[in-house]
C-alpha cells in the first residue's frame, strides 16, 4: 500500500434531508448533513487515511455563512490534529464560501486546488513516505459548459498525476453535456489510475481504458430522490492498481421496493405479501451498514398486477403506510410513499364493444395502454393533453409554489394519472352491475 484516501463529494453542508415521514421521530440533528460531515471525519481517522478528497459542493449554496463553518472548522482541527490533509475543489455551489473558508482556515489541514477554474497539482506522501499526484480543478461559476479535460494545460499531462479531481459531469458519446463535461471518449489513454468527477448525486464507478471513474455521490441522501445506500469511498492506490470501497456514513436511507400482488385473492394475503417485501428491504438496508450509522430506511412501495383485492388495497394501503412498525437493530422502517399501479382482474377485452359506460371506460383504457402516448387517438389523446395541461396549471399555482420541488406534469404523467382513475371507475362500474370477470351480465 502507498496511499490511502477518502473521497467524497456533494456534501452540501448546511442542507439536511427532506421527505423522512415525522412519526419516525428522528432527531433532526440526524437529518442534517453535518451528521454525514461528523461521520466522514470520524472515518478518515479510523481508517487512518493519508489524504481527504472533496470533489466539490462542500458547503450548500444557500446557507453557507452559518450552520456549516462550526462542524467544518471542528472537523479540520481533528484532521489536522492526525496529520490528514483535506483537498478540495470548488464546485459549482461553494465557489464563493470555499474562497472564504480556505481565507480563514487556521487549522492547517486545507488545501484548495485550481482555483478560478484553473488546474493544479500536489503531492500527498504516504505512510512509506512513498508519494502520489493529485491534480485538481476548481470551478469558476455556477456555468460551465466547456470541458475542463479538454482544456487541460500539456504541462498537466506531462506531470502525469496519479489522480485527477474535479466537480464534472460524465459525458457518454452523444449525450448532451452537463456542467463541466468530462467525455469518456477523452479518457481512454489517460495517464492518472483514479478520476474523481464530483458533480452528479448518485454513486457509481466504473474502468474507462486503465483509469478507475469514480463519482462519489452525495454521502447522505438530500431527499427520496436519492436512492440506495450513501456514503464516502476509500480509495487504496498501489504502484499500478488502485481498489476502492464503499462505506456508508448516511442515517437515512431511501429505497424503492415494488410487489407483484398478480392473482392475490385475499386482502391480508395480500398485506402479508407487501410486509414480507419492506421487511427483505429493511434487512438488506441494515446488513450493508457496516459502520452503523442507520438510523432509518424510507421506503417508496411500488404495487402492480391483477388482484381481486383491487377495491380494498386503497385503504390498506393507507393504514399500512401510517401503522407499520419495523426494526432491525434499532434502524427504523417507514412507508414514505406509495404508488398503486394494480388493476381489478377483469378481461378489458370482453368490455370493448359494449355501448355503456362499462364500454367507454374500457376503450379509454385501451387507448392508454398503447406504447406512445403519442399514438393514443382523439378523443382520448385530446382528453390526456388537456389533463396535462390542468395539471400544470395547478403545478404552477402560487398556492403551492413553496412545495412545488418536483417536475412539472408531463403527457406521460397525465396518461398514469388518467389510467389509474379509469380503473377505479371500470371496477365501480362492474361491481355495481354485477359483472363477471369474462364480461358477462349477472342476475
Known sequence: LIVRLLCASNLQLGRATSGVPDHLGLDSSRLSMTDAWDALVDLARIEAVDAVLIAGDLIDRD???????GPIERGLTTLGRHDIPMIVVAGDEDVDAIRSLAESDTSGALRVLGRDGTWETTTITGRNDDSITVAGWSAPGRAVTRSPVLDAPDELTTAAPDVVMLHGTLQHEDEPAGFAPIPLATLDDAPEQLLIAGAERSPWMQLV???I?????????????DVGSRGVWIADLSGTTAKLRHVPVAAVRFDHVSVDLSGVADIDDAEARLIGEVQRALDDAVASDDGNHLAAVCIHLTVTGATSVFHELPARLDDLARTIDLQQRGVALAISSVTDETRPMVDLASFLERADPVGETARLLDALDLPSVEEIPDPYGELVRRSATRLNGVHRSRVFASVAGDDEPDLERARTLLRREAWVALDALVRQRGIDQEGRQGR
Open 63 to 69: 446557507n453557507q455563512r452559518f450552520e456549516p463553518l
Open 209 to 211: 481504458g486503465e483509469t
Open 213 to 225: 471513474v469514480l463519482s462519489p455521490g452525495s454521502p447522505s441522501a438530500l431527499s427520496p430522490e
